[in-house]
């Protein structure tokens, strides 16, 4: 009897690894990513075959096709009631015009002018301005986050989303499943018990949660009236509140924007949640007209596992290589592709200055470790690379040549490049893209700067430690 359970054991573990091994070799197209599963299956056969099955990347883009089928079966409806200008847009974006056709095609939106962009700080100036938006709501609210916590701030955000609910005005809330697990009771079931229509992004239990974390909704979109948007990194938590002395502080920027582009933000949402809701939202209390507002040209990035995937590493290596000058990127988790790191590299060949700041404090220790390891490849071509002291920064943003910047949700790392829905705002306008620089700057005077001399100090103990843990970049 042992031996038919052994046979039968060997069997199945031959299959599943055939199988396995068949699909690395007929349906990876990445080399590196490729290399590492066929590593994994080998060596561990059925614990690696399974874990392909669960986590291999190549299954996003069929599961993202499902995505995009269910919002497709109202896609018309969708388009007709929030249509978006593919227009020429009339401004001059003197050195970056190449790269402003570019993103125009690049991206399924279009490029707009008339935009008004305002930095906000940590969540003292950005959770403030966010609920004065929803306090003065007249006829609609739509919110998604990737993390939405019930207490601290959440509580306040909660008690005004309610209220805007009670006087008539229509509130949607979207937050992703993984996101709603941070407090309890999930502030989805919290808000629909106060009336507000709320929804967890792809819901799944048990095992088959394991089936989607790779595809989570990383976007933060909140638009008040169809005019008032607000979009970057800030998930809705107590550790935003620095002056408040949290548990867990942490560092982030968030973004209010108003003017034409509002309505990409809106049209983002309305797609997710056709998908998340079958409802779709139509009207002119999501979509009014909106007039130019500022100075500011700018379009919409949405990058997701459907037909959005990869839109960001093609947004990121068209603005280095339309760089002249210099190049400042500031992100949480730095652990750019090997094309990334080469488009890096020939900026800084052609003589661009380019600068990251990444956190020497990071939140998930592993990615720092894995990211040492590739430092060398980029110092070695005159990269600055810069850890930053104090408390967890999650601030994300890119500037080129005082010009241009990137705003939003996306790190720079293989889950949030590939794997997650995210959105972003590119904008050009000098006063922007000034300022955030001027952040930057600010930033750079807490950061040191790792050097191959400190990379090359490090304990033996040290470097195997972030071997192993650069073994694992493609999942991180």
């Known amino acids: 009897m042992d031996q038919i359970w052994y046979w039968l054991l060997l069997a199945v573990e031959f299959i599943c690894v055939t199988l396995a091994m068949g699909h690395v070799l007929l349906k990876q197209k990445d080399a590196h990513n490729a290399s590492f599963w066929a590593v994994i299956i080998c060596f561990v056969p059925l614990i690696g075959a399974i874990f392909y099955a669960i986590f291999g990347i190549n299954s996003l883009r069929r599961r993202g096709k499902k995505y995009r089928s269910a919002i497709e079966v109202d896609k018309v409806t969708i388009e007709d009631a929030c249509p978006i200008d593919t227009g020429e847009v009339g401004f001059d974006l003197k050195d970056l015009l190449g790269l402003g056709n570019t993103l125009s095609r690049v991206s399924r939106l279009s490029l707009t002018s008339g935009n008004r962009v305002e930095i906000l700080h940590n969540g003292d100036e950005a959770m403030p301005a966010m609920l004065k938006a929803i306090i003065g709501a007249e006829k609609s609210v739509t919110l998604s986050s990737y993390i939405f916590e019930a207490s601290g701030i959440g509580e306040k955000f909660v008690e005004e989303l309610s209220k805007a609910k009670a006087r008539g005005v229509e509130v949607r809330v979207m937050v992703d499943d993984a996101g709603t697990r941070y407090s309890w009771p999930p502030i989805t079931r919290i808000l629909r018990e106060l009336g507000v229509t709320a929804k967890r992004y792809m819901p799944l239990r048990f095992v088959f949660r394991l089936l989607s974390m790779n595809l989570r909704n990383h976007r933060k979109i909140m638009v008040v009236d169809g005019r008032i948007g607000f979009t970057g990194g800030m998930n809705i938590r107590q550790g935003n509140m620095l002056s408040e002395n949290p548990k867990n502080p942490l560092q982030d920027m968030h973004f209010k924007v108003e003017g034409p582009v509002v309505r990409q933000l809106q049209r983002v949402f309305a797609e997710d949640w056709a998908f998340c809701a079958s409802e779709v939202l139509t009207g002119d209390i999501w979509y ?189």
Not at 322 to 335: G, H, K, M, Q, S
Not at 349 to 369: A, C, D, M, Q
Not at 445 to 473: C, Q, W, Y
């Open 288 to 476: 009014p007209d909106l007039k130019p507002v500022g100075d500011v040209a700018a379009i919409g990035i949405p990058d997701g596992p459907d037909e959005d995937m990869e839109i960001m590493p093609k947004t990121i290596f068209a603005a280095l290589s339309a760089a002249n000058r210099e190049v400042c990127v500031l992100t949480p988790y730095f652990l750019p592709s090997p094309t990334l790191i080469w488009a890096l590299n020939l900026a800084s060949l052609r003589g661009v200055k380019v600068s990251i700041i990444t956190p020497k404090n990071n939140n998930l220790p592993f990615v720092r470790w894995a990211a040492r390891t590739q430092y060398p490849f980029m110092l070695e071509k005159g990269i600055h690379i810069y850890e930053a002291e104090g408390h967890f920064d999650h601030s994300k943003l890119m500037t080129v040549d005082g010009a241009w910047s990137l705003i939003g949700s996306t790190n720079w790392d293989p889950r949030s490049l590939r794997l997650n829905f995210e959105f972003n705002l590119a904008c050009f306008d000098e006063k922007l893209a000034g300022q955030l620089n001027d952040v930057f700057s600010a930033k750079l005077k807490h950061s040191k700067p790792v050097t191959m001399e400190s990379l090359e100090n490090a304990t033996l103990s040290e470097r195997l430690r972030d071997g192993v843990a650069r073994m694992f970049i493609p999942l991180l």
